[in-house]
T-cell receptor, first 110, second 113 residues
Framework: SQQGEEDPQALSIQEGENATMNCSYK?????LQWYRQNSGRGLVHLIL?????REKHSGRLRVTLDTSKKSSSLLITASRAADTASYFC??????????FGKGNQVVVIP | KAGVTQTPRYLIKTRGQQVTLSCSPI?????VSWYQQTPGQGLQFLFE???????NKGNFPGRFSGRQFSNSRSEMNVSTLELGDSALYLC????????????FGPGTRLTVT
């Protein structure tokens, strides 16, 4: 079954720097989504990008999708301490059954 | 609108017991999905309900079951608990089935001793 896989899995950066995470998957998808999770709490939806889209922006977030390479990237610009969290990509075939990657732990140092 | 709520937030059970977890979706959302999160396996899809019908089921044993009521509220049940069932159980709702972002609740932390 398809599953997102993030790379790198742990990232430590200074406040104000940019953070980039990558995600790869194995089969065709309808859309790919990114979520954030703080300290084992519920997931917060960040952005959804459909298979016919190449790039999407939301505030300080920029997501790209390359369906030919089956990969996506999440860029957080001008990071803040509050961005410290785990970030997950999840693929969706269009049936609400999300397949999550292992997650990317990001620590933003003030 | 109020977010997704899950009850209880924490639960401690003994091996062999059964447990029922509850989820109330965002008002107007008809799809409810359940996920299990463990350090070893990560986030895994359990099942999805839409209009009181199970639409999708993940690769979990039959001890895991669920249902959805006419008001879209959902429950999941785990029977004959095992130590490996200790996990964070997350419920998510979306307006409809297919191609929508999902809104997650805070989760129920289940510990099996």
């Amino acid at each position: 079954s398809q599953q997102g896989e993030e790379d790198p899995q742990a990232l430590s950066i200074q406040e104000g720097e940019n953070a980039t995470m990558n995600c790869s998957y194995k089969t065709s998808i309808n859309n790919l989504q990114w979520y954030r999770q703080n300290s084992g709490r519920g997931l917060v939806h960040l952005i959804l990008i459909r298979s016919n889209e190449r790039e999407k922006h939301s505030g300080r977030l920029r997501v790209t999708l390359d369906t030919s390479k089956k990969s996506s990237s999440l860029l957080i610009t001008a990071s803040r301490a509050a961005d410290t969290a785990s970030y997950f990509c999840a693929t969706d075939k269009g049936n609400n059954r999300l397949a999550f990657g292992k997650g990317n732990q990001v620590v933003v140092i003030p | 609108k109020a977010g997704v709520t899950q009850t209880p937030r924490y639960l401690i059970k003994t091996r062999g017991q059964q447990v029922t977890l509850s989820c109330s979706p965002i008002s107007g959302h008809r799809s409810v999905s359940w996920y299990q999160q463990t350090p070893g396996q990560g986030l895994q899809f359990l099942f999805e309900y839409f209009s009181e019908t199970q639409r999708n089921k993940g690769n979990f044993p039959g001890r895991f079951s669920g249902r959805q009521f006419s008001n879209s509220r959902s429950e999941m049940n785990v029977s004959t608990l095992e130590l490996g069932d200790s996990a964070l159980y997350l419920c998510a709702s979306s307006p409809d089935t297919g191609s929508y972002e999902q809104y997650f609740g805070p989760g129920t932390r289940l510990t099996v001793t």
